[in-house]
Each structure stands twice: as structure tokens, then as C-alpha cells.
């Protein structure tokens, strides 16, 4: 979205598994906006330390050759080695974007805790700014030693996703598995990877709870990943075949939201979840965790539910949503009116940019004192 006539962008990045892997979504969508790619070739996202040398030693030969003004690294391992590589290249300015510190993965051992957090310092310290994206996270980075100034709260912003009609949405997801469930029943669902931090299980135990009330609502996990067996054995287990359904990773996903009646988000940690700011733009009942980054988005009992983390207490908030849907409607309403104000695409960019062309950008205040000045 930066304005061509006045920025050369060029994206960086490697593969994910392997050098082998395909280059994949990202690389599509930026050939498609004409945007220029460079491959690093020794970059994959485990760590191997053979080519992770070697990938520094590329992005230190791209930053001479390329001189930018901006370096914005983003993500754990590449912000690091990208920083370093960066400031050796005596870059201007060097952004790192953080997702979250892991001193809130509580399933970590405290040593990988620990040791993932001095890595992240580090990191930060090689830069001119840290972005962080929600208001817990900011408050701690900023408490880091020497880090109080050099951190940036700039939330995630997105446009709103071409929806599909209800309908359409829902035939949509009907033809990706064999059984077809009943259009007039509830569907609940959410769109994760398949991984133990998005906490699925939990979604599965609660569906059992729900059937147990009397309500045979559908559940939907949109996705893919390492959890998916063990999801589908639970499934099993909880005799919910036919009721829970995994169609794997769906394309564009976030444009067949509005196949649900209650969208919901159990994960255990997030940074700021596109997915919760999508389903509020589709103006779904949302259902969260009680953690950071869903609660700079979800006000409980305001715009929608934050519950804790048992399955219980899912069943009990996701039942009283389907019974009482005039009360649900006016939180997905006021949740809608919400992101679209305070998470818009232009709002990013707008913070993003003062940070890359200003040495001293106004713009690291919390949504909280935002919110102060507006009243």
C-alpha cells in the first residue's frame, strides 16, 4: 500500500521447511501487485546453524547492494539475523515488527523462555524501533532494560475481506467434506493452524458439552497442521463424527465467515489476530480466551465474550449467545463499528510510516490513552 512514486519496495524472504519448499501464497500475491522479490536461499524458518550463517552472510550482501533507507524485519529468527545484518550494512532505520514475547508461551520450558526473551532483547536493541501489537506486550517490552523509548504500539489494521453470502458460504464449506451438514442448524467454527497453542481441543470437548444441552451445533476448524490427528481422534472419542468438521487449509478462508452463527478463539497466546479483526468486519458473536491481544480487540459483555479457559465455560457462553441472538447481534454490531474505526488498514500504515521517516515518532502511545484524549 505504500504510494510507488514515492517508495521502492523490494520483499525479502525464504522458504519455510527447507530450500526445497515451494514458494508459496506470499510470493503469489506480491508478483501480483508488482512488487519486487528477493529470495534469500539459505533462510528456512527451523534453526539450522550451517545455513542460518549462510543466509546471514546473503542478507548482509543484499543490504550493501541494495542500500535502502528502511530495513523492517519481522518475525523472531529473521528479525534477528536481519537486524544484525542491517545495522553491518549501516541501514538508516531498522524496524522490527515482534508477534509476541515469549514470556506469555506458558507450555515453553522457563529456559527456552528465558532464552527466546534475551534473544528478542537483542534483537530490539540492533534496531531504531520495535513495533509491537497490542497493548500487553508493548507494556512489557517496554519495561525491558533501555527499551521504554524505542517501542511502538501499532496495532494490525486489515480491509474489510469480500465476504461470500451466507448461503454461498456454506455450500462452499459443505462440498470440502463428505457429510453434509444440516443448513438450518448452528454452525460455530474458527480459522487456526492446527497447532496445540490454538488451544482446538478445548473447541471439541465443549461441542461435546453443547450436544449434551440439546443443541447439535456444527463445529468448523478451518485449517491445517500438526495437531490435526489428534483432533480428529478426539472427534472420534467424543463420538462427534459428523458435528466437528476439518476440511484442511481453505483458501481465502476469511471470505466464508459468514457461514457461522458464532465464531470462536480458544488460543492460548496471541500477537493480534487478523482472524478475530475478520470476523468482526463479517459481524459475527465472537467468543475469545482471555488473553492479550484478543482483549485489545474484545471488550467483554460490550463486544463480545472473553471466557476462561475451560470447556465449560465455552458451552455455557456459546449456548446463551445461540438463546438469546438479540443480545448477541447488538456486541457483533458494536465489535463491527469497532474494528472498523480502530483496526483499519490505512491507520496501520499511516503509524508505520511515521516510523520509518521520523527520528522521533509520536505515535508510541497505548490505545488506552488514545481512547483518553478522544473522551
Do not use: C
Request: net charge positive; glycine share 6%; charged share 25%.
Amino acid at each position: 500500500r505504500l504510494p510507488k512514486d514515492t517508495w521502492d519496495v523490494a520483499v525479502a524472504y525464504g522458504g519455510t521447511v527447507s530450500r526445497s519448499t515451494k514458494l508459496g501464497m506470499l510470493d503469489t500475491k506480491l508478483s501480483e501487485a508488482g512488487i519486487r522479490t528477493v529470495p534469500i536461499q539459505h533462510f528456512m524458518r527451523d534453526i539450522s546453524l550451517w545455513e542460518d550463517v549462510r543466509a546471514f552472510f546473503e542478507l548482509v550482501a543484499l543490504f550493501l547492494d541494495e542500500r535502502p533507507d528502511v530495513a523492517h524485519v519481522t518475525s523472531s529468527k529473521a528479525g534477528g539475523l536481519g537486524a544484525v545484518a542491517a545495522r553491518i550494512a549501516r541501514v538508516p532505520v531498522v524496524i522490527f515488527t515482534s508477534h509476541g514475547l515469549a514470556s506469555a508461551e506458558s507450555w515453553r520450558p522457563p529456559w527456552q523462555r528465558t532464552s527466546i526473551l534475551v534473544f528478542t532483547w537483542l534483537t530490539m536493541l540492533f534496531t531504531t524501533h520495535t513495533i509491537q501489537i497490542s497493548e500487553d506486550t508493548t507494556r512489557r517490552a517496554r519495561a525491558l532494560p533501555f527499551m521504554n523509548k524505542r517501542v511502538a504500539l501499532v496495532h494490525n489494521g486489515i480491509e474489510r475481506p469480500p465476504f461470500k453470502e451466507r448461503t454461498v458460504a456454506r455450500t462452499t464449506l459443505s462440498s470440502m467434506v463428505d457429510i453434509h451438514p444440516e443448513q438450518h442448524q448452528p454452525w460455530l467454527g474458527t480459522i487456526a493452524e492446527l497447532h496445540p497453542n490454538k488451544n482446538l481441543s478445548l473447541l471439541i470437548e465443549a461441542q461435546s458439552l453443547l450436544h449434551t444441552k440439546g443443541i447439535r451445533a456444527h463445529l468448523w476448524l478451518l485449517g491445517e497442521g500438526e495437531d490435526r490427528a489428534r483432533l480428529e481422534r478426539l472427534t472420534r472419542e467424543r463420538d462427534l463424527r459428523g458435528y466437528v468438521h476439518i476440511p484442511g487449509y481453505v483458501p481465502q478462508a476469511s471470505t466464508l465467515l459468514q457461514a457461522l452463527d458464532v465464531f470462536i478463539l480458544p488460543s492460548k497466546k496471541e500477537g493480534l489476530p487478523y482472524v478475530l479483526l475478520e470476523a468482526g468486519h463479517a459481524g459475527l458473536p465472537v467468543v475469545v480466551s482471555d488473553i492479550p491481544g484478543n482483549r485489545d480487540i474484545v471488550t467483554h459483555n460490550e463486544t463480545g465474550n472473553v471466557v476462561n479457559d475451560t470447556a465449560e465455560a465455552y458451552a455455557d457462553v456459546v449456548a446463551k449467545i445461540l438463546r438469546n441472538s438479540a443480545q448477541a447481534v447488538a456486541r457483533a454490531s458494536a465489535l463491527n463499528q469497532y474494528v472498523r474505526k480502530e483496526f483499519s488498514l490505512d491507520h496501520m500504515l499511516e503509524q508505520t510510516v511515521e516510523l520509518y521517516t521520523s527520528s522521533k515518532p509520536s505515535i508510541s502511545r497505548s490505545m488506552s490513552s488514545r481512547r483518553t484524549e478522544r473522551s
